[in-house]
């Protein structure tokens, strides 16, 4: 089945730590993939999106993506966690050829940043 | 360029009754997609207009409904409301760029709560 995997529910790490959050995709074709950051009873934030070329992608506040074509993955980085990064954390993808543009998104990681 | 915009942003309901939610979309964008986010089901789409018609529809029952006015605002509609209905119900606005996959831009959201 078609399905968006973030595995890790829930991470913590200590300010200035460096972040990876994992996120693996089952689709046939590689979809369009972006990562979203929601802070507590707010909206969703695009970080960064990937449609293709360049498999290291730079997005806002220090994040970074990269593609995996052979492993399905997108897991989202950065070097040096503030303490204004913990929020919950969606990837999300748009399956190619269907005609649409509705994200699926997966169940999300909560960042929790300890001082 | 002012963002995506929702309305109201909290409303607190009862099983029976129908509620309407406004989203305004991002100057220029002519798509609005609606989702719904839950604890237990996560982030699902509802559905998307574009040009006042309904492009493109996830799996939700015949209660919820929407629309799009001429100047891209969207509206959707929730009757009969029942307690699993309470949810955070996003919009989000692209430029709708047909048969192409353009970014989605979300707004802050509408917190219904059905008692």
């Known amino acids: 089945a078609q399905s968006v995997t973030q595995p890790d529910i829930h991470i913590t790490v200590s300010e200035g730590a460096s972040l990876e959050l994992r996120c693996n995709y089952s689709y046939g074709a590689t979809p369009y993939l972006f990562w979203y950051v929601q802070s507590p009873g707010q909206g969703l934030q695009l970080l960064l999106k990937?449609?293709?070329?360049?498999?290291l992608v730079q997005g806002i506040k220090g994040f970074e993506a990269e593609f995996k074509r052979s492993q399905s993955s997108f897991n989202l980085r950065k070097p040096s966690v503030h303490w204004s990064d913990a929020a919950e954390y969606f990837c999300?993808?748009?399956?190619?050829?269907?005609?649409?543009?509705?994200?699926?998104f997966g169940t999300g990681t909560r960042l929790t940043v300890i001082p | 360029k002012a963002g995506v915009t929702q309305t109201p942003r909290y409303l607190i309901k009862t099983r029976g009754q129908q509620v309407t939610l406004s989203c305004s979309p991002i100057?220029?964008?002519?798509?609005v997609s609606w989702y719904q986010q839950t604890p237990g089901q996560g982030l699902q789409f509802l559905f998307e207009?574009?040009?006042?018609?309904?492009?493109n529809k996830g799996n939700f029952p015949g209660r919820f409904s929407g629309r799009q006015f001429s100047n891209s605002r969207s509206e959707m509609n929730v009757s009969t409301l029942e307690l699993g209905d309470s949810a955070l119900y996003l919009c989000?606005?692209?430029?709708?760029?047909?048969?192409?996959?353009?970014?989605?831009?979300f707004g802050p959201g509408t917190r219904l709560t059905v008692l």
């Open positions: 207009y574009f040009s006042e018609t309904q492009r």
């Open positions: 990937y449609f293709s070329g360049d498999t």
């Open positions: 999300a993808v748009v399956p190619l050829q269907t005609g649409a543009n509705n994200l699926f």
């Open positions: 989000a606005s692209s430029l709708g760029l047909a048969g192409i996959t353009d970014t989605q831009y």
């Open positions: 100057s220029g964008h002519r798509s």
